[in-house]
């Protein structure tokens, strides 16, 4: 079992940076793979980004590559996903989740934990 509390979610105009922390409990948070998603009124939950257990791979959705990078510190039980050129169309509330099995994957279905959640909001 494991927890996750996702922070660092807030307001910020279109083009400027946030930095999303995921705080994980337990003690073999460096098995799993972990990843992040949104989602927005209205619509469903998306795959933003993934990373293996090592943090030795990464891989993003097409709407986020290039701007968005995922992270993580196994010393400190925690996953970041640092945010630049933000755009309007990213405001979502945004997710972290564990996969116990360690496998990446961009499907909601396949990870076993979440976070509660962290709202990002961009003004155009």
């Known amino acids: 079992q494991v927890q996750l509390v996702e922070s660092g979610g807030g307001l910020v105009q279109a083009g400027g940076s946030l930095r999303l922390s995921c705080a994980a409990s337990?003690?073999?948070?460096?098995?799993?793979?972990m990843g992040w998603f949104r989602q927005a009124p209205g619509k469903g939950r998306e795959f933003v980004a993934v990373i293996s257990v090592s943090g030795g791979y990464t891989y993003y959705a097409d709407s986020v590559k290039g701007r968005f990078t995922i992270s993580r510190d196994n010393a400190k039980n925690t996953v970041y996903l640092q945010m630049n050129s933000l755009k309007p169309e990213d405001t979502a509330v945004y997710y972290c989740?564990?996969?116990?099995?360690?496998?990446?994957?961009?499907?909601?279905?396949?990870?076993?934990?979440w976070g509660q959640g962290t709202q990002v909001t961009v003004s155009s």
């Open positions: 337990g003690r073999t948070f460096s098995s799993y793979a």
């Open positions: 989740a564990a996969r116990d099995n360690g496998v990446v994957a961009t499907t909601p279905t396949s990870y076993d934990y």
